[in-house]
């Protein structure tokens, strides 16, 4: 039987070329995103019979809840989670307001929580679960209060998870990537790539395909072995230190 995937967020961006490698590596896809307008051209972009594209807010139980039944309806249980839904929200520690760390934390972390559960109700028999989440949230960035906290929120989480839920067949991992390349069709925002580029000892971005890459081994049988693990994809740039200098 064909395997079910869903990706939250899975519209634009990352989301989307993670929903394309899936695609190509046979799974059944279903779309989840709040962008009414992306979704659709999503759906226009991979298209076929083995992808459903439905609009819910990750925060919001409800919703996700529904979206998730109709997943199962329409494609049969439910084998892996990808969480890519995100708020970036950066500001220096003194400009940040409660109400923005809530909203990071609220997306981020909370969204990736409630997916998860949704996804235990109605897995097969097996769930694999990988939260994408940014190199912030396993190293101190400046102006990430808020979103740096929320990740490494969702890097804990997924250990839990992985501690607990094991013996029912459910693998939990995360990975944790750099700035990515901005050529790449799925990556739009350039910002604050060349300080972050400057400390990366491969001195480049992380390209859509070895992120999808990364993901896609994850989810597969070959890592039947690895949960509770955060994959670093980042060029190098939380292991540097002070870059040499000739």
Request: net charge negative; with cysteine; hydrophobic share 50%.
């Amino acid at each position: 039987m064909t395997p079910v995937a869903v990706v939250t967020g899975g519209a634009s961006g990352s989301g989307l070329a993670i929903a394309e490698r899936l695609m190509d590596d046979g799974w059944k896809v279903a779309v989840i995103d709040t962008d009414q307008a992306a979704l659709g051209e999503a759906e226009d972009f991979l298209g076929g019979a083995d992808a459903i594209f439905l609009a819910a807010d990750v925060t919001d139980e409800d919703e996700v809840a529904a979206a998730l039944d109709e997943v199962v309806d329409a494609l049969g249980p439910i084998s892996a989670l990808v969480n890519t839904a995100s708020a970036k929200r950066e500001a220096l520690f003194e400009e940040v307001s409660a109400e923005l760390f809530r909203e990071a934390l609220e997306v981020n972390l909370i969204g990736s929580f409630i997916a998860a559960e949704a996804a235990l109700e109605r897995m097969g028999d097996r769930l694999s679960v990988v939260n994408l989440i940014s190199v912030s949230g396993v190293r101190a960035n400046s102006g990430c209060t808020a979103y740096g906290a929320s990740q490494a929120g969702v890097k804990m989480m997924t250990e839990v998870m992985a501690l607990e839920l094991g013996s029912r067949g459910v693998r939990v991992n995360c990975v944790a990537v750099g700035p990515m390349d901005t050529a790449s069709p799925f990556i739009q925002d350039a910002e604050r790539q060349r300080p972050w580029l400057e400390r990366t000892p491969l001195g480049r971005a992380v390209s859509a395909r070895e992120m999808t890459a990364a993901i896609a081994y994850l989810l597969s049988p070959e890592a039947g072995a690895i949960t509770g693990h955060t994959l670093v994809v980042d060029g190098g740039f939380s292991a540097a230190g002070l870059l040499r200098v000739d």
